[in-house]
């Protein structure tokens, strides 16, 4: 069964540092999205990705956040100067369509900012 | 805007007796629903999800849930719990009216299940 990927598992980084989060969707999905999850709160909307564009983001995507659709494969988060709150789980998901049909996710990404 | 309630953090059944996680919801228009579950050092897996047609929709491992718009609840049940059904359990809630397909969560259920 095709299941979303995510690396690295684990992520440490300093204060002000960069990061790339890395996720590989199911490969007939066209929707891409990334969520976090503070350790004990709850998950979280990021951003939602479809045709090379964002198509939401919330108030927290502010100018520090990106993404990328690279290639036909990868799909990419990346913190442009990390700060200590965002210290999170990073989970990917992709689905097939915008309308009914599920969004599926990856193991997550634990990033850790020192 | 969309939001979900979980009422109980935690919810403690033996083994074999039914379980119910609750879950409300508010939504301007008619919504979708999802329950996932969430392992230890795991992602969320996907249970089952409301979109039409019949209130009782019937999931993964045994587990239904029924929507109710009088009471805008999409409780979670399962007639027979085992231990292994022990794990952290999330409702979340998708606007369709709304562009980019974002869901929204509650806070989650722990759902600990004892021998």
Known sequence: EPEVTQTPSHQVTQMGQEVILRCVPISNHLYFYWYRQILGQKVEFLVSFYNNEISEKSEIFDDQFSVERPDGSNFTLKIRSTKLEDSAMYFCASSRRQTTDTQYFGPGTRLTVL | AQSVAQP?????????????????????????????????????????????????????????????????????KKPSALVSDSALYFCAVRDPDAAGNMLTFGGGTRLMVKP
Not at chain 2, 24 to 29: A, D, F, H, K, R
Not at chain 2, 35 to 45: A, D, E, I, K
Not at chain 2, 57 to 64: D, R, T
């Open chain 2, 8 to 76: 109980e953090d935690q919810v403690n059944v033996a083994e074999g007796n039914p379980l119910t996680v609750k879950c409300t919801y508010s939504v301007s228009g008619n919504p979708y629903l999802f329950w996932y579950v969430q392992y230890p050092n795991r992602g969320l897996q996907f249970l089952l999800k409301y979109i039409t047609g019949d209130n009782l929709v019937k999931g993964s491992y045994g587990f239904e849930a029924e929507f109710n718009k009088s009471q805008t609840s999409f409780h979670l």
